[in-house]
């Protein structure tokens, strides 16, 4: 990346640069590292905060964050450690894998095929770690 007729890459090892000299920690920084440190919330807190709690006519919390899934999804490839989360929030807010698997699906049609190819597979992805 430090290509003298690429700008972008320049600036991109520039910033690179200032950053690991202001936090030499970030040399192994990694967003599934950072990932860890948010922990799946129970699904009665989801449900308060997210859910029926305030507004009883209101979506529930399963469906807020299919709803989110499907947003992340159109997004592409710039929101792994979002879906990841949000797909392990969602399983623990009961949604299917069935359920997952048809919004990400169904996001394919706004985002594109690249988009929800990487959305399931980081989805798969979650969903295998449930059964270790």
């Known amino acids: 990346m430090t290509d003298a007729d690429n700008p972008f890459a320049a600036m991109m090892k520039t910033g690179q640069d200032w950053a690991k000299a202001l936090n030499p920690a970030l040399e192994s920084f990694t967003p599934k590292g950072f990932e860890a440190l948010w922990p799946t919330m129970p699904k009665d807190m989801m449900e308060a ?3 029926k709690t305030l507004n009883p006519d209101g979506l529930d919390a399963k469906t807020r964050l299919l709803l989110t899934l499907m947003g992340l999804t159109v997004l592409g490839a710039q929101t792994d ?4 989360l949000t797909v392990r929030h969602a399983r623990e807010a009961g949604a299917t894998k069935q359920e997952i698997a048809e919004t ?3 996001a394919g049609m706004f985002g594109g095929i690249p988009a929800m190819t990487r959305a399931m597979d980081l989805a798969t992805e979650v969903m295998e770690e449930d059964k270790e």
Do not use: H, P
């Not at 450690?81 to 990841?84: G, L, M, P």
């Open 81 to 84: 450690a979002q879906i990841r």
């Open 49 to 51: 905060f997210m859910g």
């Open 104 to 106: 990400i699906a169904q």
